[in-house]
């Protein structure tokens, strides 16, 4: 089983809104990431968690909030966002050892509208 | 620095072969991978291939690697109109992060 699962497929909130975005895999994987992607572009890395733990965000607006409450669950809650948000919201998993191949299995993604 | 690169678009009838490339100019990559994205949906790993390799097949995908001109294709035996999507190469230097190229739109023609 391959498969990482994104909810909800579609979003649209307003700037004053709260939300979150929900992730999951249950392929044992240890590292766990969040992407953003816009139109006709590639994904763009936001946050990775490795073993629950934060190890990377690429300088990410604070009014992106990732968390991960364990190992096959992965969040990301918005709040106040701009309408430049707007994009597809991408989770993908891997095996977080050293030494591996890394290959990253992407879920379905979340597509955001800010309005 | 890190920078990976595609042609736009391709198109090919449908039975051809088609040929996507990428150029990458960092020599310490250690994987290199190919991701299928259909329109609207997430990104699909076809394949991917160790830096000490030259080639790898499976089933109608081959990933030719020349590392010394740091090029990397693909290409998909008997192009069918499923295969239209957007394809996007990857590399990874440092573990889990992935630099993406900017991706090849694949037309199939009937």
């Known amino acids: 089983d391959t498969e990482v699962t994104q909810t909800p497929k579609h979003l649209v909130m307003g700037m004053t809104n709260k939300k979150s975005l929900k992730c999951e895999q249950h392929m044992g994987h240890r590292a766990m990431y969040w992407y953003k992607q816009k139109a006709k572009k590639p994904p763009e890395l936001m946050f990775v968690?490795?073993?629950?733990?934060?190890?990377i965000n690429e300088s990410v607006p604070s009014r992106f909030s990732p968390e991960c409450p364990n190992s096959s669950l992965l969040n990301l809650h918005l709040h106040a966002l701009q309408p430049e948000d707007s994009a597809l919201y991408l989770c993908?998993?891997?095996?977080?050892?050293?030494?591996?191949?890394?290959?990253?299995?992407f879920g379905p993604g979340t597509r955001l509208t800010v309005t | 620095g890190e920078d990976v690169e595609q042609s736009l678009f391709l198109s090919v009838r449908e039975g051809d072969s088609s040929v996507i490339n990428c150029t990458y100019t960092d020599s310490s990559s250690t994987y290199l991978y190919w991701y299928k994205q259909e329109p609207g949906a997430g990104l699909q790993l076809l394949t991917y291939i160790f830096s000490n390799m030259d080639m790898k097949q499976d089933q109608r995908l081959t990933v030719l690697l020349n590392k010394k001109d740091k090029h990397l294709s693909l290409r998909i035996a008997d192009t069918q109109t499923g295969d239209s999507a957007i394809y996007f190469c990857a590399e990874s230097i440092t573990g889990n992060m992935l630099t993406f190229g900017g991706g090849t739109r694949l037309m199939v023609k009937p």
């Open positions: 968690y490795s073993y629950e733990k934060l190890s």
């Open positions: 993908a998993s891997s095996l977080a050892e050293a030494g591996g191949s890394y290959e990253q299995y």
